[in-house]
């Protein structure tokens, strides 16, 4: 039997390490790991993005598999590409279900305030951080953030927020906490729980997620 391909793109700024807890049956599954690119331009669009991300996927009627950011992403490039299944993982479907907090801020464009700057010299402002929760927040951020770079974060932002798609896609899995602060599951429709999930479950509820996925596509 022919192994089931899965390409995983993690969240806004992470690296592929987001998945490392991720286990699935070897003899059934292959994960593929996908990697932020920067952006050609502030205006590239996240059309013109999803296709040059799909150019890494070599494989024919992959599962795609995204968090967050990632899993605005991998839709974009289902619309691409024919693809097996779409799982999305603390992320969103449609614009509907944009949080009003979100609404708000690309309404009011108080996104062009975000400190990206910050981001990219997070290791320099690490030092100034109080408090072990903050010390403790900073290490997982330098652990799993690799794309520090501030024009990936403005347009990654900008694009996240300016995301308008109507529709979900058909053939998807969507699995979502329902204590993620980002995207509170109260805004999500047609979603398979994960009891006291946060946004960064990948890391926490990791074998939960994995049981769900492997019944899902077998």
């Not at 590239?44 to 605005?72: C, K, T």
């Not at 009011?108 to 903050?134: C, M, N, V």
């Not at 900073?138 to 501030?150: G, Q, T």
Request: proline fraction near 6%.
């Amino acid at each position: 039997m022919d192994k089931i391909q899965i390409y995983c793109m993690p969240g806004l700024g992470a690296n592929p390490k987001i998945f490392e807890h991720i286990s699935l049956p070897k003899e059934m599954f292959q994960l593929h790991f996908l990697e932020w690119k920067i952006p050609l331009s502030p205006d590239e669009s996240l059309e013109e993005y999803a296709i040059r991300m799909s150019q890494d996927i070599s494989h024919r009627n992959p599962v795609l598999m995204g968090v967050s950011f990632g899993g605005i992403l991998v839709q974009e490039i289902s619309k691409i590409i024919p693809v097996k299944k779409v799982i999305l993982i603390s992320s969103i479907k449609s614009h509907y279900e944009f949080p009003n907090r979100l609404k708000l801020i690309q309404l009011t464009k108080a996104y062009k305030l975000f400190p990206t700057k910050i981001i990219e010299d997070l290791e320099y402002y690490t030092k100034y951080f109080l408090g072990d929760f903050l010390k403790k927040r900073a290490e997982i951020y330098e652990k799993y953030l690799s794309v520090k770079d501030a024009r990936y974060m403005k347009w990654a932002i900008y694009n996240v927020l300016h995301w308008r798609q109507e529709e979900p896609p058909l053939n998807s899995l969507h699995i979502h906490g329902n204590n993620d602060h980002v995207f509170p599951s109260k805004y999500i429709n047609n979603y398979t729980l994960v009891d006291k999930g946060t946004h960064i479950m990948i890391l926490l509820k990791a074998k939960i997620i994995s049981d769900i996925i492997c019944k899902s596509l077998t």
